[in-house]
């Protein structure tokens, strides 16, 4: 069983800084696209940022400039850095991976989620 462990989320005042982290741990043979989704209360889940293997990066028009997406392969991590936050990116940040994981000749491909985590920006 594959489980992603988020940590980092908090709260800190407009213009301030966040970084969030995305462990997956459990019988994994390669990860391909990470993301981080965020919901916000009454909103619908939105994509945030998506970083593939190869490390293309995507982003939602929202974020461009402010939020840096990377990861580290060896690690299996995916990271968020958030900067110059507003209080419109109060949400709940979810950590989104899709992973090749199993036993060999018996591999299987699925979405997992992390818990999320809480993102509070003050003005």
């Known amino acids: 069983q594959v489980q992603l462990v988020e940590s980092g989320g908090g709260w800190v005042q407009s213009g301030g800084s966040l970084r969030l982290s995305c462990a997956a741990s459990g019988n994994i043979f390669s990860i391909n696209v990470m993301s981080w989704y965020r919901q916000a209360p009454g909103k619908q889940r939105e994509l945030v940022a998506a970083?593939?293997?190869?490390?293309?990066?995507n982003y939602a028009d929202s974020v461009k400039g402010r939020f840096t997406i990377s990861r580290d392969n060896a690690k299996n991590t995916v990271y968020l850095q958030m900067n110059s936050l507003k209080p419109e990116d109060t949400a709940v940040y979810y950590c989104?991976?899709?992973?090749?994981?199993?036993?060999?000749?018996?591999?299987?491909?699925?979405?997992?989620w992390g818990q999320g985590t809480q993102v509070t920006v003050s003005s």
């Open positions: 970083t593939t293997s190869g490390r293309t990066t």
């Open positions: 989104n991976a899709h992973v090749t994981a199993g036993r060999v000749f018996s591999l299987t491909t699925h979405d997992y």
